[in-house]
């Protein structure tokens, strides 16, 4: 755990990155099959909190199960294979993570110099995307493969010589799915 430089010093004066790294060697020295990880990087430094997530994949790939609880979407995300979100104390969602992220398209919220009528009507008529006026010439595109959808839109503007002003993609990810799936209201 990258503290035997510090046997000599009683775990009270530990810093929390120190001591989670401390938990974690507590919970593995007896080689378990199975670790409970709850919320294991709060209050964890970067470097701490980087040297966990390698141990932690470094135990998986040994062959450890492990079961990881964490209000950290983008942690769950990259160490996880197989992911339960439980809203209320029940499991609404239990899948792989490229499931789940299916369960989302993504966008593509761009402007452009002009509104002509035939962008819109060749927009929509892409398969598999959604066009969404969000202001004067400026659109969000939901699409499935976003990739595509942009050299679609850039085919588009080039064939109508629109100028594209500003552009920004988003792929689906845990958190977005997470909110979508329990809400977005504020919880107790």
Not at 109 to 121: H, I, N, Q, V, Y
Not at 133 to 159: E, N, Q, S, Y
Not at 172 to 180: A, K, M, S, T, W
């Amino acid at each position: 755990m990258g503290l035997a430089d510090r046997a000599s010093q009683r775990v009270e004066t530990f810093s929390g990155g120190m001591q989670r790294r401390l938990n974690l060697g507590a919970a593995i020295l007896h080689r378990p099959k199975l670790l409970l990880l709850d919320e294991p990087t709060t209050g964890v430094d970067p470097q701490s909190r980087n040297h966990l997530f390698e141990e932690i994949r470094r135990l998986n790939r040994d062959g450890v199960t492990i079961v990881y609880t964490s209000h950290y979407m983008e942690e769950v995300q990259s160490l996880c294979r197989r992911i339960g979100i439980i809203d209320h104390g029940r499991l609404i969602a239990n899948d792989m993570l490229p499931v789940l992220l299916q369960q989302l398209d993504g966008e593509i919220c761009f402007e452009t110099s002009d509104d002509p009528p035939a962008l819109r009507e060749r927009l929509q008529d892409a398969p598999g995307t959604k066009l969404q006026a969000v202001g004067p010439r400026r659109w969000t595109l939901h699409c499935r493969d976003v990739p595509g959808a942009l050299l679609r839109l850039i085919a588009v503007l080039k064939d109508l010589q629109i100028e594209l002003l500003s552009v920004e993609t988003s792929q689906p990810n845990l958190e977005r799915v997470f909110l979508h799936l329990t809400g977005k209201s504020l919880r107790d």
